[in-house]
């Protein structure tokens, strides 16, 4: 089946420094993935849609320049959240879609828990 | 935007059925799905319906679709405590294209 792979899973890391965050789609070819991002007790709220090649789009609300993607593989998307304060602390969430196969569902990855102190 | 709502929260006893409900207003919706979340992990893929389906069943998951009330349920027969968790319903292919909308997520507790 589909596999998404998602490194680190939990990171803690000081203000002002940034963190990268890995999505890799290990046995399909992921031309879209889609980054969320959780707070505690609650649904997965859609942060961007990364498509292999092209700039991501965000959501609104979603500062582009503090949450940079790159996504430059088939099997690649990375997340990096720069000058991360406190306020960023949250589980982030990629998920994989594989060509226009919805009947697969999106394969998820198993999350990131950042940290900022 | 569209909007897919969930029951935050539902008790069963080990052995019974659990049913969770879920609702959603994008009528142009092409794929509706059911996921598991266990604390501190991403979400699985239980199961999904094409919107042309009234019913899907697989093993002890069994997903009702009734496209004119735009209602979803998801039930789990035979509940262990394994499925304790929070289950999200998402539907894809409407107005947002191939993203997910996720409902609010429902947590289930089974009780022994």
């Known amino acids: 089946g589909a596999v998404v792979s998602q490194h680190p899973s939990r990171v803690i890391c000081k203000s002002g420094t940034s963190v990268k965050i890995e999505c890799r789609s290990l046995?399909?070819?992921?031309?879209?993935m889609f980054w969320y991002r959780q707070f505690p007790k609650q649904s997965l709220m859609l942060m961007a849609t990364s498509n292999e090649g092209s700039k991501a789009t965000y959501e609104q609300g979603v500062e582009k320049d503090k949450f940079l993607i790159n996504h430059a593989s088939l099997t690649l998307s990375t997340l990096t959240v720069t000058s991360a304060h406190p306020e960023d602390s949250s589980f982030y969430i990629c998920?994989?879609?594989?060509?226009?196969?919805?009947?697969?569902?999106?394969?998820f990855g198993s999350g990131t828990r950042l940290t900022v102190v | 935007g569209e909007d897919v709502e969930q029951s935050l929260f539902l008790s069963v006893r080990e052995g019974d059925s659990s049913v969770i409900n879920c609702t959603y207003t994008d009528s142009s919706s092409t794929y509706l799905y059911w996921y598991k979340q266990e604390p501190g992990a991403g979400l699985q893929l239980l199961t999904y319906?094409?919107?042309?389906?009234d019913m899907k069943q697989d093993q002890r998951l069994t997903v009702l679709l009734n496209k004119k009330d735009k209602h979803l349920s998801l039930r789990i027969a035979d509940t262990q405590t394994g499925d304790s968790a929070i289950y999200f319903c998402?539907?894809?292919?409407?107005?947002?294209?191939?993203?997910?909308?996720f409902g609010g997520g429902t947590r289930v507790l089974v009780k022994p």
């Open positions: 046995d399909f070819q992921a031309t879209t």
């Open positions: 998920s994989a879609l594989k060509g226009q196969e919805y009947n697969y569902g999106y394969t």
């Open positions: 998402a539907e894809s292919g409407g107005a947002a294209g191939n993203k997910l909308t």
């Open positions: 319906i094409f919107s042309n389906m």
